[in-house]
T-cell receptor, first 117, second 111 residues
Framework: GAVVSQHPSWVICKSGTSVKIECRSL??????MFWYRQFPKQSLMLMAT?????????EQGVEKDKFLINHASLTLSTLTVTSAHPEDSSFYIC?????????????FGSGTQLSVL | QKEVEQNSGPLSVPEGAIASLNCTYS??????FFWYRQYSGKSPELIMF????GDKEDGRFTAQLNKASQYVSLLIRDSQPSDSATYLC???????????FGSGTRLLVRP
């Protein structure tokens, strides 16, 4: 199956710093990637849709200036949490659509556990 | 009203039994339906997807879709302790391919 690599797996940072998370599709091109956030014992909440070569589309309530998304190539999308605060501590997961064959499959990266002190 | 609803559980079944997981959704225009399994601290992994009314079987898993009732379920036959995880129902509501997830049902399979 398709592989989506996400890095780093976990990060601990001080309040006020920025953190960048990378999401790569390793064996396919992904024109669209999705960023989700998951708090403990809760479901995945879609934050934004990352589109290659254009601006990301953010879900209602998600601050685009705080969660910067860059999708500069067909295999890489990055999410930067700017000026992180403890309430941003969460599990961030990216996903990419593999449109080869069936167009329904969405594969997830391994996730990034962010802890802001 | 939540867009995708699941019973949080836990659903506890003995090893070898059939586990039945249910999900309802609010948007009648929803097009595709997915079941993901998520182990604690890990990202979701796709089990099955279905977009036509009826049943779809894959090994020990059967997905059932009833669009009239806005209901989708997942049956796991011959449940194993390794099936213990949180099962997430996800719905694609439009052509954008973004998925809306339910809150998940925690399944415990007792040895």
């Amino acid at each position: 199956g398709a592989v989506v690599s996400q890095h780093p797996s976990w990060v601990i940072c001080k309040s006020g710093t920025s953190v960048k998370i990378e999401c790569r599709s390793l064996d396919f091109q992904a024109t669209t990637m999705f960023w989700y956030r998951q708090f403990p014992k809760q479901s995945l909440m879609l934050m934004a849709t990352s589109n290659e070569g254009s601006k990301a589309t953010y879900e209602q309530g998600v601050e685009k200036d705080k969660f910067l998304i860059n999708h500069a190539s067909l295999t890489l999308s990055t999410l930067t949490v700017t000026s992180a605060h403890p309430e941003d501590s969460s599990f961030y997961i990216c996903s990419a659509r593999d449109h080869r064959g069936s167009d329904e499959k969405l594969f997830f990266g391994s996730g990034t556990q962010l802890s802001v002190l | 009203q939540k867009e995708v609803e699941q019973n949080s559980g836990p659903l506890s079944v003995p090893e070898g039994a059939i586990a039945s997981l249910n999900c309802t959704y609010s948007d009648r225009g929803s097009q595709s339906f997915f079941w993901y399994r998520q182990y604690s601290g890990k990202s979701p992994e796709l089990i099955m997807f279905i977009y036509s009314n009826g049943d779809k079987e894959d090994g020990r898993f059967t997905a059932q879709l009833n669009k009239a009732s806005q209901y989708v379920s997942l049956l796991i036959r011959d449940s194993q302790p390794s099936d213990s995880a949180t099962y997430l129902c996800a719905v694609r509501m439009d052509s954008s391919y973004k998925l809306i997830f339910g809150s998940g049902t925690r399944l415990l399979v007792r040895p």
